[in-house]
């Protein structure tokens, strides 16, 4: 599996950050991420990073329990803030210069978005973690990942998940699911297969970012699949 990426968007859930014992946010787990992306910024790629939030707090979830949506949302996307620095202290720890940018401003805590000033930290080396989701509510944190892929000129998105790729099935729940090599935007939208959100899949189609599915969780994972050796899904254009 070629791979003809130089600058890559990182898409992880929040709970690739908990630990076993339930806390939302493990410090050893999150070190073990941090870990995964330095490596792969040795291998010489930008890479930008998008944490989702719903170790901590969840803006649907919420919602359906009675929390009015936008508030909800707005409360998962602080959540997302949470994690971004997480990760950014996990990163600096090892030496890895990181930069956090929010789309809701919070100049006590990080920068806000500013597309030229992230790629000017990408051109100097830095890792950028991009946070609050777009900044509005009613869109999910993979929509932001796609988002910010596009205005970085990102060459893929990388969802890091708990499966290996994507499949016609449930994995956990079928056993004879079938693993997909590659396959198109248009399979993945009819038949719902649950790679991100429908309309995070429409943007990296639009833009013509691959979205390359992978198991996280596996050590090491992330640089085998940059090296083009890891099990992965791509999702392209054209099927096969």
Known sequence: MPQPYRR???KLSGEVLMGPGGLSIDPEVTARVASEIANAKAMGFELC???????IFRGIAAAAKGFERA???YMGMLATVMNALAVQNALE???VETRVQSAIPMASVCEPY????AERHLEKGRIVIFAAGTGNPF???DTGAALRAAEMKCDALFKGTS?????DADPKKVASAKRYDTIDYSTVLANDLKVMDASAVALCRDNNIPIVVFNIR???NLARVLAGEGVATIVTRENG
């Open 93 to 95: 720890a090892i030496g």
């Open 218 to 220: 596996e050590q090491g």
């Open 71 to 73: 508030t909800a949302d």
């Open 114 to 117: 500013i597309r030229r000033r």
């Open 8 to 10: 890559i968007l990182l």
């Open 49 to 55: 990073v998008v944490v989702g939030g719903g170790n």
């Open 139 to 141: 869109f999910t944190t």
């Open 163 to 167: 499966v290996d790729g994507v499949y």
